[in-house]
């Protein structure tokens, strides 16, 4: 076996020939052998990335520990940080609550229950008016 006489590889990030080639991962999505040094490189790149990321909303680099997975009502793929998560969450409580009688969305406007009508959640105006004239 005569190694001296293999083929030369070719890395496929620096374009140099290398003796040791490393096969890159297949999250890189690099396809092709790279040389110890691009290797080594892209190890420490995807390593930064997987512990860094950015909000999706406000594109501030957070720690991934730091950061919240987004309520799947959103539609929001990807990571956010607290205050966004926070004040999505408001947003959305506001937009998407609804009468518990009729169902209906409800603005920004609505109405608490009394407690003696056991009735969960918020109300419509016209809900509220019919429970206030019927139990009082
Ligand atoms: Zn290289
Ligand atoms: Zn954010
Ligand atoms: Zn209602």
């Known amino acids: 076996m005569n190694l001296f006489n293999r083929k030369p590889v070719v890395c496929n990030i620096c374009?140099?020939?290398?003796?040791h080639k490393h096969k890159p991962k297949i999250e890189w999505q690099i396809h092709g052998p790279l040389c110890g040094d691009c290797y080594v490189n892209?190890?420490?790149?995807?390593?930064?990335?997987?512990?860094r990321?950015?909000?999706?909303?406000c594109g501030t680099d957070k720690d991934v520990p730091e950061m919240w997975e987004p309520r799947y009502q959103w539609e929001i793929k990807g990571l956010i940080c607290k205050?966004?998560?926070?004040?999505?969450?408001?947003?959305?409580?506001?937009?998407k609550t609804f009468?518990?009688?009729c169902g209906k969305t409800l603005g920004i406007i609505r109405y608490?229950?009394?407690?003696?009508?056991?009735?969960?959640?918020?109300l419509c105006r016209e809900c509220w008016d019919s429970q206030k004239a019927r139990f009082g």
């Open 53 to 57: 990321q950015k909000c999706v909303i």
């Open 99 to 101: 009468c518990s009688i």
């Open 112 to 122: 608490n229950p009394k407690r003696k009508w056991i009735v969960r959640g918020q």
């Open 83 to 95: 205050p966004c998560f926070d004040k999505k969450d408001k947003e959305f409580h506001k937009l």
């Open 42 to 51: 892209q190890m420490k790149t995807f390593y930064e990335l997987s512990l």
């Open 15 to 19: 374009k140099r020939e290398t003796s």
